[in-house]
Nanobody, 119 residues
Framework: QVQLVESGGGLVQAGDSLRLSCAVSGRTFGSYGMGWFRQAPGKEREFVARITWSGGITRYANSVEGRFTIARDNAKNAVYLQMNSLKPEDTAVYYC????????????WGQGTHVTVSS
């Protein structure tokens, strides 16, 4: 089992920044990479960014490219999402998830952290 705990959400104004953290514990040796997803009220969950533990290869959704940065700390078993130039449409519950292979099938999910961006 892998446990994921997100933190760092909050209420900010448009243009502000936030950094989300995801602490990973448990049987982490089988994890290939980590992803961030978000779900806005009334909408489906959507992909935000992902990163591999080995090599730190990243990929972003078009909507956040250039504003968000995903990073990982292998020694701390942690993943971060630096969010800059936040917009009201970034308001959502943000989840981190663990993938066990290059197919990026996410087997474990955190409980989510709320991000609200006011205009």
């Amino acid at each position: 089992q892998v446990q994921l705990v997100e933190s760092g959400g909050g209420l900010v104004q448009a243009g502000d920044s936030l950094r989300l953290s995801c602490a990973v514990s448990g049987r982490t040796f089988g994890s290939y990479g980590m992803g961030w997803f978000r779900q806005a009220p009334g909408k489906e969950r959507e992909f935000v960014a992902r990163i591999t533990w080995s090599g730190g290869i990243t990929r972003y959704a078009n909507s956040v490219e250039g504003r968000f940065t995903i990073a990982r700390d292998n020694a701390k078993n942690a993943v971060y999402l630096q969010m800059n130039s936040l917009k009201p449409e970034d308001t959502a519950v943000y989840y981190c998830a663990s993938a066990t292979s290059s197919l990026w099938s996410y087997n474990y999910w955190g409980q989510g952290t709320h991000v609200t961006v006011s205009s």
